[in-house]
């Protein structure tokens, strides 16, 4: 009976996912044994990668239910202790694999899609459309990730919940591992969380042009995000360096342009889809937010005008990159804005609002939108016909 008891337990563990991995713990080796006594008496070792790991006291929460729930068990000990060298770095190659080299994660034969959120203005909701795409993406059930790229004015950890009165949280570090925190089911890294115990909202980062390219490069080969279906980036606005980098280190990636309704944040917003197609990139659509505010009497207020998302769209359309949509128009919503104070991305604390729906609609559309090969060589060589004989 005590064998069976421990298959059980063994079997209620599978179900205990890592929070920061996302990788149930008895596959990343983190169980060291179970024991079963006659009585229904179990003790479950646990062992975590490094001291005073910032997930602890989850995955203790997380087993402690996982086997007290477990039918015949009457009580439960749960041993908490730290991972050995040796076993760390088995953990580690679990991870990652057994490579020596850290290449970029998402190169150009990577399967997940990578989506550069761009714009041409500051000020026109991009991070805020970034966090709630990702959210509305992890929340169908795809592996998401987020760059916040906007390392002058990072702001993605704030409206995923990561940082809370300044204080924002740090990813983990496991000797050369290093894993992102995980909000809402994304998987995020930000600039914001290497300032230490410096309060974010006092402090401004002022760098040049190879330090930017640099931290770029880091995010894409440091930080482990694991197999993603969707990785996304939040571009600073304008058209600088941090966008080119992102051009040549990312080519395959698909820029989405956000514009407000005003015929200034448009012009502008235009220059941006144009400067990524430089750098080989494909513009693949075009949010227009901040579309109206809805009166109680029905009409739409439109504060910023009509028309600059279409304007873009069309402005970037060519017989060579064929139609550029329009996604959708994200009206604007109070309810919106609070959720994104919050912390809490409102495609999930409020579904039902009107700008929720109009981005769960776009990242309908932007799921579904293929790939593509066009410009993309493909590992096929033609076959050499045989000469005739004579």
């Not at 402690?64 to 009457?74: D, I, L, R, Y």
């Not at 190169?107 to 459309?129: E, F, H, N, Y």
Request: proline residues 7%; negative net charge.
């Amino acid at each position: 009976m005590t064998t069976d008891l421990v298959a059980a337990v063994h079997r209620a563990l599978e179900r205990v996912r890592d929070p920061e991995i996302l990788r149930p713990i008895t596959e990343l080796g983190m169980v060291r044994g179970v024991e079963a006594g006659p009585g229904g008496a179990v003790r479950v070792g646990i062992a975590l990668t490094i001291a005073g790991c910032p997930a602890a006291r989850r995955i203790e929460a997380d087993v402690t239910e996982a086997v007290q729930s477990t039918p015949g068990v009457t009580e439960a000990v749960i041993e908490i202790e730290v991972m050995s060298p040796a076993e760390r770095q088995a953990f580690i190659e679990r991870v990652r694999g057994a490579r020596t080299a850290r290449p970029q994660q998402f190169g150009p034969d990577s399967l997940t899609r990578v989506l550069a959120i761009t714009s041409g203005k500051g000020g026109v909701g991009k991070s805020s459309i970034t966090a709630n795409l990702a959210a509305e993406f992890a929340k169908r059930g795809l592996s998401v990730g987020v760059i916040d790229a906007d390392v002058f004015g990072f702001s993605i950890p704030a409206l995923m919940g990561l940082s809370v009165n300044g204080r924002t949280e740090s990813p983990t570090r496991i000797d050369d591992l290093m894993l992102p925190p995980v909000a809402h089911g994304v998987k995020v890294i930000s600039i914001g969380m290497f300032l230490g115990d410096a309060d974010a909202r006092q402090t401004a980062v002022s760098w040049r042009g190879p330090m930017l390219h640099r931290t770029i490069e880091q995010f894409l080969r440091d930080v482990w995000f694991g197999d993603l279906d969707v990785l996304l980036l939040d571009l600073p606005p304008g058209t600088g360096d941090i966008a080119i980098s992102v051009g040549q280190l990312l080519p395959q990636a698909a820029v989405v342009v956000v514009t407000t309704p005003q015929p200034a944040a448009a012009d502008v917003a235009i220059r941006s889809g144009l400067v990524a197609r430089q750098t080989g990139q494909r513009v693949v659509g075009v949010i227009e937010n901040m579309a109206g505010l809805a009166q109680p009497d029905g009409t739409v207020l439109d504060i910023f005008g009509t028309g600059g998302g279409a304007s873009v769209a069309e402005a970037l359309s060519d017989e060579e990159h064929g139609t550029v949509p329009l996604l959708g128009s994200v009206p604007l919503s109070p309810a919106f804005r609070e959720c994104g104070d919050a912390g809490i991305p409102a495609v999930l604390e409020a579904p039902g609002d009107s700008a929720s729906m109009s981005l769960a609609a776009i990242a309908e559309a932007l799921v579904v939108r293929p790939t593509g090969l066009k410009g993309r060589s493909l590992p096929i060589a033609p076959a050499t016909s045989p000469r005739r004989q004579n």
